[in-house]
């Protein structure tokens, strides 16, 4: 009978590395003529026929931000927070350059946050399976176990190694809370690798 592991206590901390954080913004209050900012502005690349924003990417933070003419933007590869927040405003200030008038205050809104890491011990995946509700593996498409907890935003991938990626979380703190639970629900169950 699998179990439910939704629902148990949380404790522990794995090691756990931010790949990628996705967050939007509505940047402007009226919509931007993105052939005006290939225009204006360096390095920008904009293909409407492939997509419909433009996007400049910065070397530090590294990071790709993509303009809509709705004056929204989507910032990506951010590693943290703070990288999302100087990302803005170093596209205000090129903006600012180039006479556009832009939102004084606007709500940043994280999307997705994606990390990998490692729970420091093996898994049964073969276990893990038949135990979890809210689990799928079949080990002959993909070498994952796909873990989607329904009281936690993140989803996990979790591989026989120990290896997981955790993809949902809107906020570092979630990210570390889910990941927490997760190994904690993990040794409860004993479904240790060898």
Excluded: W
């Amino acid at each position: 009978m699998k179990q439910d592991i939704s629902k148990k206590p949380r404790e522990n901390r794995g090691k756990i590395k931010i790949q990628n954080i996705v967050a939007s913004a509505d940047l402007f209050s009226t919509p931007i003529s993105m052939k005006f900012l290939v225009k204006k502005i360096e390095d920008i690349q904009y293909n409407p026929e492939k997509f419909p924003g433009a996007c400049l990417r910065l070397d530090e933070p590294k990071v790709s931000i993509l303009i809509f003419n709705s004056g929204r933007i989507v910032v990506a590869g951010a590693k943290d927070e703070k990288s999302i927040h100087t990302a803005i405003r170093k596209l205000k200030t090129i903006l600012k350059k180039i006479n556009i008038e832009f939102k004084k205050e606007y709500e940043m809104k994280i999307q997705n946050v994606v990390a990998s890491g490692d729970v420091g011990f093996k898994l049964n995946l073969d276990e893990l399976a038949f135990e979890v509700k809210y689990s799928e593996y079949n080990p002959e498409q993909f070498p994952g176990l796909v873990y989607k907890p329904p009281d936690l935003n993140p989803s996990f991938l979790l591989f026989n190694t120990g290896k997981i990626v955790c993809t949902g979380a809107r906020s570092e703190e979630e990210l570390v809370e889910a990941t927490q639970v997760l190994i904690a629900r993990l040794k409860e169950l004993g479904c240790v690798g060898k």
